[in-house]
């Protein structure tokens, strides 16, 4: 079954310090690939996203994620976090395998940064 | 409207009664889906509905968990004999592009079963 793994559940780090989530998914088709945001007390909202083209995708404030097929990877990167960066971040996949209409969501990880 | 709307907010329950939970998708979006949301578990896909297609009820995870969409906008997840277990966020959402995946989510109602 099409699964997404995140293996950061919590993650801490200090404002300015580096930030790199890892995102694994089990499918071996075309997928589509999603990373979404949940800041506290609001809703989930769209990070960024990739379909084709440059695997190399950039997102809202300053975030960044990278499509590696050989690895099934897409990893969200961002080289300074901020205090504001205090979220819980889910990676998701679409596949062909289901038309693209499932989204399918990994765990989530709680990032905290602190000031 | 404008976004995803989801009713009621907050939802407290006795252990064995029927809850009726609502979402209204955003006004055009044919596509809709259901997401539960338990601490450490992420979001647990639930159901799609897409147009008149046949819903994906893959994600039910019991007979006493029900999904309708009336009219191919307003759906209502209707969960039978609650348990304690079923207590989560529910979250409903709405696709932009169907075929791509990418959605815009609803606040969510928080159920708790007592």
């Known amino acids: 079954a099409q699964s997404v793994s995140q293996h950061n559940h919590h993650v801490i780090l200090s404002e300015a310090a580096s930030l790199e989530l890892g995102c694994n998914y089990s499918y071996g088709g075309t997928v589509n690939l999603f990373w979404y945001v949940q800041y506290p007390g609001q809703h989930l909202q769209l990070l960024l996203k990739?379909?084709?083209?440059?695997?190399l995708v950039k997102g809202i404030k300053g975030f960044e994620a990278e499509f590696i097929k050989s690895k099934f990877s897409f990893n969200l990167r961002k080289p300074s976090v901020q205090w504001s960066d205090t979220a819980e971040y889910f990676c998701?996949?679409?596949?062909?395998?289901?038309?693209?209409?499932?989204?399918?969501f990994g765990t989530g990880t709680r990032l905290l940064v602190s000031p | 409207g404008a976004g995803v709307s989801q009713s009621p907010s907050n939802k407290v329950t006795e252990k064995g009664k029927d809850v009726e939970l609502r979402c209204d998708p955003i006004s055009g979006h044919t596509a809709l889906y259901w997401y539960r949301q338990s601490l450490g578990q992420g979001l647990e896909f639930l159901i799609y509905?897409?147009?008149?297609?046949?819903?994906?009820k893959s994600g039910l995870p019991s007979d006493r968990f029900s999904a309708e969409r009336t009219g191919g906008s307003v759906s209502t997840l209707t969960i039978q004999r609650t348990q304690q277990e079923d207590s989560a966020v529910y979250l409903c959402?709405?696709?932009?592009?169907?075929?791509?995946?990418?959605?815009?989510f609803g606040q969510g109602t928080r159920l708790t079963v007592v």
């Open positions: 959402a709405s696709p932009v592009r169907p075929l791509k995946g990418e959605a815009f």
């Open positions: 509905f897409q147009g008149n297609s046949a819903p994906d």
């Open positions: 990739y379909f084709s083209g440059d695997p």
């Open positions: 998701a996949v679409t596949s062909m395998n289901t038309g693209f209409q499932k989204l399918v």
